[in-house]
């Protein structure tokens, strides 16, 4: 059994503070300009020093680290203007190397501030970030570092494949930040990229006004007597005292899913759905309205695009996506529908005929489904959340996760209990790979801190946070921080895994793995970077695919009662969490993108293009005051504009590639499958497109035919059109 859930001492902390002073922490000129980079960061071993690390340490080491990258930009600007002949190699061998610290300290900071930001509160982490992000971004937005790369021409394809993939890279992310338009016209770029931020910061801030605005008090215990813990916890007024009441129910994401699945009152989950979807919209409070903020976002979008060369902001999108086009992408979301439409009606009629014979005597809206989807799958099929659950104590999952993945990527992951680390209940594992020339050196290592306190909003999280990549030039193995907000250990009682924290928990692996067997050389192409942002999630998901195997599923379980392995009929049915009304939340996902991609290439008003997309998609009437996209804060205040088909698209990459694991469901076979697929999407990292890394484990481009068979929605005598 792992030992990785020791009970955790409040009072006991590993990062030292100073005593707090008022008003913003500013990171002086002064900062970085003397002593060793990072002093007193690492240990010896080259492993953070996590005893002795205090918020001052990380801001001093940041700003020394930051002004070395910049530093030797400019030298090498210099270089380039005086005539000096550079070999390209080198150049990304100097920038990688002085990149090293900067993105080790980053990467603690952000491993620290994810676990508990008591230890690197938010001001500080904000003044790291944004130090760190401008300092990166200069080796990217140097004109004459860029200029030198555009003229190199056929020279360039003399470079090795990592070489030539890292010009490409500094090329596009030189024209995406205007190095190809001329002084004004930067000028110019500038000054939109000032307003589009200051519409952003507003449209983020009014969504999050609109969120504490509204509060629905609960104080029935019979409306929240099927809430699991996490989410009675995050709404009770003493979370300590979850069972007492009453219970807050505000409009936080989850904490809104959560209660319109386990809600029994009807007028209850309207009260609460209808607030969600007018949130941020003239139909709650004009005050709040993020209608025009949201206008002015995609206007400012398109002529950033415009002044790019792009003729739409969706097109302009398009260059760091794997899917290539928007035409490209319209033809997979109507593959997709063919199958998803027909089987949501058919899905929605058979759960309004189970609502029906339950005692429902009205017709269901969108407020209902994740009730009556909840209460249909209990009554069909016996699928307690809260039995199943007992199956999966939290240390026996983690343990078989890391077995199961010794077994297919020929890898061993040890516990170095002697590691510093941030908190007693962090533990650390070093990964050794069994096909490397020295199996007995670790290509690198993660920590896992199962119990932070941080965004308990109703439901378990997890996050991978790279700390350091790969990096050859600087002689540094990948280190990684897996962080989960699972509630500590009471009386010894560990916590209990449902499907979809078992889901998380295998996605938030399969990302750190991509991470951690990276062999890509340069930082800038390991792991997960320069990886196109739809195919960024398909390690996770294709992880998290095993979970339709049942003899996975039964390597996981061990009841916390008894230690008994889960029946194999109850393993088999748990698929049906994934299945059940799949075509309606294929659709759904479809609606989002499209309708993400139609309004940054569009020009009508927003609710016109709603009006449009939503007919296609949706079964149910679009409600006349829903204005939820006045709170889509991920794509108009964060950076997923024109990108949100991101997730479905890696799940579509991530279900084809594990098609080729479920051929055979035995070890033997895994392990071939498994090979393949470490020696592609493993090691390459971003070092070569990820549709050519498909091809070479695929040997043929992607189709959606896995995705829908996975779902349970492909219909043979239906044809996906050389998909």
């Known amino acids: 059994m792992l030992n990785i859930l020791r009970q955790r001492h409040a009072a006991q902390r590993f990062l030292h503070t100073t005593t707090s002073r008022p008003g913003y922490i500013v990171l002086v000129p002064e900062i970085g300009e003397e002593g060793p980079l990072g002093e007193g960061l690492l240990t010896p071993n080259g492993l953070p020093a996590f005893s002795d690390i205090t918020i001052e340490m990380c801001l001093g080491a940041i700003g020394q680290q930051a002004s070395a990258v910049e530093k030797s930009v400019k030298a090498l600007e210099q270089d380039i203007q005086s005539g000096k002949k550079l070999n390209s190699s080198d150049i990304y061998g100097e ?70 993939r890292l010009r490409q890279k500094f090329l596009l992310e030189g024209k995406l930040n205007g190095l190809a338009l001329s002084k004004d016209g930067q000028d110019g770029l500038k000054e939109l990229l000032i307003q589009l931020g200051r519409e952003r910061g507003n449209y983020k801030n009014k969504v999050n006004m609109s969120v504490h605005a509204f509060a629905h008090v609960v104080n029935d215990f019979q409306l929240v007597r099927d809430f699991p813990p996490t989410l009675m916890e995050a709404t009770a007024r003493d979370p300590s005292q979850a069972l007492e009441g009453p219970w807050k129910v505000t409009l936080q994401p989850q904490i809104v899913e959560g209660f319109l699945k386990y809600c029994p009152d009807r007028l209850q989950r309207w009260n609460v759905w209808r607030a969600n979807v007018i949130k941020a ?23 950033q695009a415009n002044l790019l060369g792009y003729s739409n902001f969706a097109d302009m999108s398009m260059q760091t996506k794997m899917i290539g086009s928007v035409d490209n992408l319209k033809q997979i979301f109507a593959k997709l529908l063919k199958f998803a439409g027909p089987a949501q009606s058919v899905q929605l009629e058979d759960l309004q005929n189970f609502a029906t014979a339950s005692g429902a005597n009205h017709k269901l809206e969108a407020y209902d489904i994740s009730y009556w989807r ?85 439901r378990n999280n997890g996050w991978m946070v790279g700390i350091r990549n790969r990096n050859k030039t600087a002689n540094l193995t990948p280190l990684c921080a897996l962080i989960f907000n699972f509630t500590e250990p009471k009386q010894g009682k560990m916590p209990l895994l449902g499907y979809d924290d078992l889901q998380m928990v295998f996605k938030t692996f399969g990302t750190g793995l991509q991470h951690l067997l990276t062999q890509a050389g340069y930082s800038d192409l390991a792991g997960l970077s320069n990886i196109e942002w739809d195919a960024s999630q398909v390690s996770g998901y294709v992880m ?14 061990g009841h916390f009662s008894n230690d ?51 007919p296609v998609y949706q079964c149910m009437p679009l409600d006349k005051k829903d204005a939820h996209p006045c709170s889509f804060t991920d794509i108009f205040a964060g950076d997923w504009a024109a990108a949100h088909f991101s997730h479905l ?75």
Not at 432 to 442: A, F, K, R, V
Not at 544 to 557: E, I, M, R, Y
Request: contains cysteine; neutral net charge; glycine residues 4%.
């Open 95 to 164: 920038l990688d190397a002085v990149t090293a610290p900067l993105e080790t300290t980053w990467g603690v900071a952000k491993a620290l501030y994810l676990g508990n930001s008591t230890l690197i509160p938010t001001k500080s982490y904000m003044n790291i970030h944004e130090r760190a992000r401008n300092a990166r971004a200069a080796k990217f937005c140097n004109k004459t570092v860029y200029t030198a790369l555009l003229q190199e021409g056929d020279e360039a394809g003399n470079a090795g494949e990592a070489e030539q």
């Open 374 to 458: 909840r209460k249909q799958i209990i009554a069909n099929h016996q699928l307690l959340e809260d039995k199943l659950c007992e199956y999966f104590p939290l240390p026996r999952v983690l343990s078989g996760l890391f077995a199961l993945s010794e077994k297919l990527f020929n890898i061993r992951i040890s516990e170095q209990p002697k590691t510093e680390v941030w908190h007693p209940a962090v533990k650390f594992y070093n990964v050794y790979d069994g096909d490397s020339s020295n199996c007995s050196t670790p290509v690198g290592g993660f920590y896992v801190d199962c119990f932070s306190k941080e965004h308990k909003f109703g």
């Open 281 to 303: 919209s003239q139909q709650q409070d004009k005050s709040l309205e993020n209608s025009t903020h949201l206008e002015k976002i995609r206007a400012l979008r398109k002529r």
């Open 544 to 557: 998290s695919n095993f979970l339709d195997d049942p003899a996975v599923l039964q390597t996981l379980s």
């Open 649 to 723: 698209y890696s799940k579509l990459i991530a279900a084809d590639i594990s098609s080729s694991f479920a051929e055979k469901h035995n070890d033997e076979h895994y392990a071939t499958v498994g090979k393949r697929y470490k020696q592609t999407f493993l090691s390459y990292g971003g070092s070569v497109p990820t549709a050519e890394v498909f091809r070479r484990f695929q040997g043929r481009d992607p189709s959606v035919e896995a995705l829908l068979k996975s779902l349970d929605i492909f219909t043979p005598s239906q044809t996906t059109e050389n998909n």
């Open 564 to 614: 008994q392995i889960i029946d194999t009929q109850l393993a088999q049915k748990m698929r049906l969490l994934k299945t059940q009304l799949a075509g309606y939340s294929l659709c759904q996902e479809l609606y989002l993108a499209d309708l993400d991609v139609e309004l940054h290439r569009s020009d009508a008003f927003w609710l016109d293009v709603v009006k449009k997309i939503w």
